[in-house]
């Protein structure tokens, strides 16, 4: 029997989750309470009914939350026989902000102050997110995007050893980025705005694509980053580190640092399962 215990953000997409497991076949059970895991999973195994079996874990757990950690270390020494999996969903606080704003929902913790929520929420799930075998962040992933990952969690095509890289572009004259780990300033690179054959188009497209292609620093460029992120990647992988959001930064957002991620993501997209791109300014 599989039991994936899956916890998270409020706002950060567990009720997408639990739908697209039950869509797989799964048998959902949501906000159980902490203390009644053990005889739950007992049941199961007696019954010998449900082979797939998810568990929603989260802050509405309130009191019972510092046991969480315990209880689940209990069943998995009591239960050699289980695969049992941690799913924690995160965002960006503010598409957490966003998405409270768009639906008017009140959070669990502070109903006045949602910020203020979600940070208490941040602190008191921190050793949940700390023991997860999947961290998956939902900021910049549509509700289809997410039932995807859910399938491959569920089909394992996702190993819980594995290192989720975002790859983001984006304009400085636009701010920059929050949440990044690292950040190329690539407008070092001459400029295809200034060119009024490209001035409107984006990395994306092949003018613009031959064009950068066929500078000289381009390549260097790429070969040297390759080579960096490649070594980085692994070495944050024996690290433990579960996410890592690599930036590509142009004037405009447009042109330089849309093809530069996009190369990087074409890349890297064969040797990491869970791997995302964004273009945060190309339509600005």
């Known amino acids: 029997m599989r039991i994936i215990f899956v916890s998270g953000l409020s706002g950060a997409g567990k009720t997408v989750f639990i739908k697209a497991l039950e869509d797989l076949g799964f048998y959902c059970v949501d906000n159980l309470p902490v203390p009644l895991l053990n005889d739950f999973v007992k049941i199961l195994k007696e019954r010998n009914s449900f082979h797939n079996v998810c568990v929603v874990i989260d802050v509405r757990e309130k009191v019972f939350l510092g046991e969480i950690d315990e209880e689940i270390a209990r069943i998995r020494k009591a239960n050699k026989d289980l695969n049992i999996q941690i799913v924690f969903l995160d965002a960006r606080d503010d598409i957490l902000l966003r998405r409270y704003s768009e639906t008017r929902r009140k959070h669990p913790i502070d109903i006045y102050d949602i910020q203020k ?5 941040r602190y008191l799930l921190r050793k949940i997110r700390r023991n997860a075998d999947f961290i998956i962040d939902t900021s910049d992933l549509s509700p289809h995007q997410l039932s995807k990952k859910v399938e491959e969690i569920a089909f394992g095509k996702i190993s819980g050893s594995r290192l989720s890289i975002k790859i983001l572009s984006f304009g400085y004259k636009f701010g920059i980025p929050k949440d990044v780990d690292i950040i190329f300033d690539v407008r070092f690179i001459e400029n295809p705005y200034y060119n009024p054959l490209l001035k409107d188009k984006n ?5 613009v694509i031959d064009f950068l292609k066929n500078l000289k620093e381009t390549s260097i460029f790429l070969e040297k980053i390759k080579d960096l992120l490649s070594f980085m990647f692994e070495n944050f992988i024996l690290q433990d580190k579960s996410l890592v959001t690599i ?3 142009c004037t405009g957002g447009r042109h330089r640092s849309v093809f530069f991620a996009e ?3 074409s890349f890297f997209k064969d040797k990491y399962n869970d791997i995302v791109i964004t273009h945060r300014d190309i339509y600005h």
């Open 247 to 249: 930036a590509f930064g």
């Open 263 to 265: 190369e990087i993501y």
């Open 203 to 207: 990395g994306k497209e092949k003018d």
């Open 117 to 121: 929520g979600i940070d208490e929420e």
